[in-house]
């Protein structure tokens, strides 16, 4: 269902050296996968970057065995970054919590050094796929001891690219000194640096078929040089941009990115009618002051651009605007990589009892004749665990989320049996 375009060579070429899974076909081929020693810790040479909403949004409410995030080879302006060590080995936690790091990044010319300092967050790092293999093996009765084979350190040092920069790359060089005052460089790593112009010149879309996969990514890897393509796009297609889902993506999107909401106002005056009338409304609920881009409308398209609205995604009451509300919050969560959407996407499985009633009537044939909460909340449970279960299996940051609520002392009890029995449970398979 989700196509995986992000690239994460550095991380994921040491852990595809350290594991290598194969699926059994009985019970007695648990022990495929026997304990082992992993040798003495180290830190290897190779350089990580990754989004500063990775270390700032989505570890802290992670579990500390988490999916390997995407190692970034791309920036544009407003974007911010963090550097991250890896170490393999028995220890490689400890020996990475004893570690300072220090990094000098050089762009156009000049030289921005972070002072030597320890890592702001750690976290064990699986084998992409690994969820995916673990969740079918569980099922069978199978488990994997081992689950991961590398531990990834996110710098204290987080580097924003400037506004104003131009077209080149950026290059780091970090040095790492051990607990034991040993002191040594890693391989220095080189970045791309696009601004919006120079990134929109290389879409990554080109009509609705190819913007949907690249919604169900955004999150790992933003790119919000193309939100203002991506609104062309949707502006043109009648179905498009009248769905809450897509309004509630941009929106979000937009939110997180100051400077797209200024890349795309000042761009709107040279763009079609359909793709203003659609932008300024989407504009205006991020936040951004809409007045300025209201010259040359007719006072009845104005009118008719601030009367749009869309539903407060996160409000759950059982009408008939659930469903679209649940593609709403998958799409919030496209957009930003929070866990709130899929906090509260999980919580509809507290309504399980009200799916139990609905099929007893489905089986009894009677039919009923109103559309109650009850019906909504049993029908929206369904297909509230059925998108869990399914983006868990292919969206790392879903699976790491979670693997978060199955431990959380917030997440009601329900919830969290409903979680534990998600690739399980009968009711989450789609006909």
Avoid at 14 to 33: F, T
């Amino acid at each position: 269902m989700l196509t995986h375009i992000a690239t994460r060579y550095a991380l994921l070429s040491i852990l595809a050296a350290g594991l290598v899974l194969s699926a059994g076909r009985s019970q007695a081929q648990a022990q495929v996968y026997p304990p082992k020693k992993s040798g003495l810790a180290q830190v290897h040479p190779i350089l990580f970057i990754m989004g500063d909403q990775i270390v700032q949004e989505q570890w802290p409410t992670s579990p500390s065995l988490v999916n390997a995030p995407t190692d970034l080879t791309q920036v544009e302006p407003g974007q911010c970054v963090r550097f991250g060590v890896i170490s393999t080995g028995d220890n490689r936690d400890e020996l990475l919590k004893a570690a300072r790091f220090s990094f000098d990044l050089t762009i156009g010319g000049k030289v921005q050094s972070f002072a030597v300092e320890p890592a702001q967050a750690i976290k064990q790092v699986k084998l992409e796929g690994g969820d995916f293999v673990s969740q079918v093996l569980g099922v069978a009765g199978i488990k994997i001891p081992v689950h991961s084979t590398a531990s990834l350190a996110a710098s204290r040092a987080r580097w924003c690219v400037p506004t104003d920069v131009q077209d080149g790359t950026a290059t780091v060089v970090a040095r790492t000194v051990l607990g034991d005052g040993t002191s040594f460089a890693l391989n220095s790593r080189t970045i791309r640096v696009k601004t919006f112009e120079a990134a929109r010149k290389q879409p990554a879309f080109t009509d609705m078929g190819t913007l949907g996969p690249w919604l169900l990514v955004y999150h790992m890897a933003p790119d919000p040089a193309q939100l203002l393509t991506g609104l062309r796009i949707a502006a043109a297609d009648p179905d498009a941009r009248s769905g809450y889902n897509l309004m509630a993506f941009f929106i979000a999107a937009l939110k997180e990115s100051t400077k797209a909401q200024d890349d795309v106002a000042c761009h709107l005056t040279g763009e079609s009618a359909a793709t203003r009338t659609y932008s300024v409304p989407l504009l205006r609920l991020a936040g951004y002051n809409v007045e300025p881009l209201l010259s040359g409308f007719k006072n009845e398209e104005i009118a008719a651009m601030k009367s749009v609205e869309v539903p407060n995604t996160f409000d759950i009451s059982p009408d008939r605007m659930l469903p679209s509300k649940m593609d709403m919050l998958w799409a919030t969560f496209f957009a930003t990589g929070h866990i709130e959407p899929v906090k509260t996407i999980a919580s509809m499985l507290a309504w399980r009892e009200d799916y139990d009633k609905f099929m007893k009537m489905r089986e009894s044939g009677q039919k009923p004749t109103e559309l109650t909460d009850s019906i909504m909340r049993g029908v929206v449970y369904s297909a509230a665990g059925w998108s869990l279960k399914a983006l868990s299996q292919n969206d790392g940051v879903v699976a790491d989320y979670i693997d978060a609520l199955k431990i959380s002392p917030e997440t009601p009890d329900v919830v969290r049996h409903e979680l534990s029995e998600l690739y399980t449970n009968p009711a989450f398979i789609r006909n």
